[in-house]
């Protein structure tokens, strides 16, 4: 499966006219475990998937396979901009980009 974030902006108070843009896409899922919607882990199937996925995010390590997202009020916090939605979807090119 893999895990994409859109409807980014750069500041959590930026005010957006249209959707945003659009955000990473995590490849190599295994699974999303969500506490309350306040803390929600991402689960990949490999070490380097996490590890690629933490460069691209800059999300904390729960253990070596799971990232914790990083939440500021409703949105998606990653190194790059914050996020209003995710999809997890099927990954029809597991092994592309």
Not at 60 to 70: A, G, H, P, R, Y
């Amino acid at each position: 499966m893999k895990l994409i974030l859109i409807h980014g902006r750069k500041t959590p108070d930026e005010e957006l006219e249209d959707w945003g843009f659009g955000g990473p896409v995590l490849k190599d899922i295994k699974y999303v475990h969500g506490t309350y919607l306040t803390h929600i882990m991402v689960g990949f199937n490999s070490d380097q998937a996490a590890r690629k996925a933490q460069k691209i995010t800059g999300w904390e390590f729960f253990d070596q396979t799971v990232l914790e997202i990083q939440l500021h009020d409703d949105l998606i916090k990653t190194s790059d901009g914050f996020f209003g939605d995710f999809e997890l979807v099927e990954d029809d090119d597991p092994v592309g980009t």
